[in-house]
Structures are given as structure tokens and as C-alpha cells.
């Protein structure tokens, strides 16, 4: 059994999964305090980590029968994310294993989305194409083996998931306020505003600055009242325009796949309006189940399977890294 740990965030997450991908706990202890200030705040989050994790993994193991005498692993997010709160969950990572002289997985966080894939009850065999939108990253991957992905491009400035967070918050919706800003959008009509795809921007990178900039301008010029009546609108429009640079990029992509399918996750894989432009693509389209697309530890145990265990002692010098590595 593999026991991992995932704090590159603001969730606290621990769970048990087998050789094979099954799951058996996937535990998530949100910080429901950052909405108050509108985004993740850094040093709130560590203390969070810091407070739960070891509770965390203590319920993982419980919800799974298991104890850590069960455990044949420990794998745990080494990064891209927050340094303060990778740094809680590789020390208690590398505690939990020195403790048991048990080897350890350091595991890429978006490897670990990729992987989130290949768990039971619905895996996915590579080759893919992987769309990753979340709060945090915006990732279009090829994918032709379990144990890597190769980038072919990702946002240049916002995350798409934080472009969706931004609109809201210009809306007035709160945080974090892309399921909100969707609700609204049902409501309005998509082609009421013009918003920027960044459609010039070449190749396979995302870009969300602008679109975020021409809301802003739209409410400005709208003035408080015609901005909270045609907030249905802005909202359908702006929704449409994230989502269409989402696949107009899956789309290049795909062109010259032989064997096109494509895998969705992050947070933005919830969003109605993605996942019904992604169906109509006509290639399969595989979305892992909500819990799985969302940050959790489950996919790190997942990744950790085609990862090179490090032996003890050797990952007590291990570091984390705050930005994505060169692969
Ligand atoms: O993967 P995730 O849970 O965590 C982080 O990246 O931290 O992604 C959260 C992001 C937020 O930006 C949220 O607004 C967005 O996913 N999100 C959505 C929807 N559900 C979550 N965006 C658009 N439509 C949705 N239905
Ligand atoms: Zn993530």
C-alpha cells in the first residue's frame, strides 16, 4: 500500500491507494478561511497544513483498515506550489518513512493530475491528450507513458481557474467564484460581449491577462447599474471566451493526433460549459471523477507507482521547488 500526502495548496490531503489504483481513503481538509481575503493566502495555509496533517493522515489510514505497518510507501507532492506548504507535507512525509525505514516517492504535482487518470474504477491507458485547468495551472500535455507528460503549453500569465476567479470577483461574486460565475452564466447569452480568445497567441500557451482586462473595462464602462443588469451577460460571454481559448488550443492540438482522445482535470473540469465543448469534439473524452479532478492525495499515490522510490536515508536531503521543472 502507498500512504500519500498532498500540500502544495491551501487542502490538507492524505490517502491509501494500492499497487493496482484503487483507492482505498482519499482524505481532503479544505481551508475554507482563505474566501475571506479573496485568494490563497500563503502563511494561512502552512499553519493549516501544519495543525491537520498529521490528523489528516491518521484518518486516511483509519478509513482505510490500514495502519502504517500497512504502508510500502510514502509518496508526497514535491512541488510546483507554495514552498511553505510543501515543506509541511515532504517533513512529514520524510518523517513518516524515516520512522519506518520506508522508501519515498517524491511526485511532480501535475504528474499527479495526469496520473489521477489511471485510478480504478475508470482508468485510462496512455496515449492522451490532458487538459489541466485549475486555480493554479493551466497544462496541455501529450501523454504516451504512465510515468511522464510532456508539455506543450501552459498559460503565460493567469490560470484559467484564476481568470474564472477574477471575472467573479469583478461581478461581484465572491471566492472562489468559478462555479458561480457558471450558475450566472446559464442565465445569460454568450455572444452578448465580444471577449479576447488570445487566439493570436501562437502555438499551444494560454493566455487569460487579457480577457481579464477587457471584463474589467466592460464593467467600468457599464457603470454600477448596467453592470448588475447584464451580469447574466458578462458572465455567459466571459465564460464562453475562457472556455473557447481552453479548446481552441485542445483543438490544435488534436489536429494531427493519430490516435486523439483527450483526459480533463483540475478544478475547471467541473465547469458545464468545458465539458459539453469537449464532448462535441468527437474524440473520447475521460474526466475522472470530481474528488479526483480537484487537488487530492490519492492521484500523488497514483503518479507515485511509476515514480523511482527513493531509499533511506537518501530523501532526507530532498527539497521542494515552487515552479514547474523543465520536462
Ligand atoms: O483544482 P482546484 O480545486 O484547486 C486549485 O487550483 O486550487 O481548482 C479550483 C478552481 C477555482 O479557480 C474555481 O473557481 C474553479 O476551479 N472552478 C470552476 C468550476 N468549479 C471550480 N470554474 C468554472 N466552472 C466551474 N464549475
Ligand atoms: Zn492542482
Known amino acids: 500500500m502507498i500512504l500519500a ?78 514552498v511553505g506548504a510543501l515543506l509541511i507535507g515532504v517533513a512529514t512525509a520524510k518523517g513518516l518513512a524515516a520512522a519506518r525505514g520506508l522508501p519515498l516517492a517524491p511526485v511532480d504535482h501535475l504528474q499527479g493530475h495526469v496520473a489521477a487518470n489511471y485510478l480504478l474504477p475508470d482508468p485510462i491507458e496512455p496515449p492522451f491528450l490532458c487538459l489541466l485547468a485549475s486555480g493554479g495551472h493551466t497544462l496541455l500535455a501529450r501523454v504516451t ?78 457603470g454600477e447599474e448596467e453592470t448588475a443588469r447584464r451580469a447574466a451577460d458578462l458572465a455567459a460571454s466571459y465564460e464562453h471566451a475562457i472556455v473557447e481559448a481552453l479548446m481552441l488550443r485542445v483543438e490544435r492540438a488534436l489536429r494531427d493526433d493519430p490516435a486523439p482522445r483527450l483526459a480533463i482535470g483540475g478544478g475547471v473540469a467541473a465547469n458545464r460549459l468545458l465539458r459539453s465543448r469537449a464532448e462535441a469534439l468527437g474524440v473520447p473524452v475521460h474526466v475522472p471523477p470530481p474528488s479526483l479532478c480537484t487537488d487530492n492525495a490519492a492521484m500523488i499515490g497514483s503518479a507515485a507507482r511509476w515514480v523511482e522510490p527513493r531509499p533511506y536515508p537518501d530523501y532526507l536531503a530532498l527539497d521542494v521547488y515552487a515552479t514547474r521543472r523543465n520536462r
Open 5 to 82: 500526502l498532498e500540500t502544495s495548496c491551501d487542502d490538507t490531503c492524505a490517502a491509501v491507494v494500492t499497487q493496482a489504483g484503487e483507492i482505498r481513503s482519499n482524505v481532503v481538509s479544505s481551508q475554507a478561511v482563505h474566501g475571506r481575503f479573496g485568494g490563497v493566502v500563503p502563511e494561512w495555509a502552512s499553519r493549516h497544513h501544519l495543525e491537520n496533517v498529521n490528523a489528516i493522515v491518521d484518518l486516511a489510514l483509519r478509513e482505510a483498515g490500514a495502519t502504517l505497518d500497512d504502508a510500502e510507501l510514502i509518496a508526497v507532492t514535491q512541488g510546483p506550489g507554495l
Open 145 to 222: 507513458e504512465h510515468g511522464s507528460h510532456e508539455r506543450l503549453g501552459s498559460t503565460l500569465d493567469d490560470a484559467a481557474g484564476e481568470a474564472f476567479d477574477k471575472g467573479a470577483r469583478l461581478l461581484g461574486l465572491g471566492y472562489p467564484g468559478g462555479p458561480a460565475l457558471s450558475k450566472l452564466a446559464t442565465q445569460g447569452d454568450p455572444a452578448a460581449f465580444a471577449f479576447p480568445t488570445a487566439a493570436r497567441v501562437p502555438g499551444l500557451d494560454f493566455s487569460f491577462a487579457g480577457l481579464k482586462t477587457a471584463l474589467l473595462y466592460a464593467v467600468r464602462d457599464l
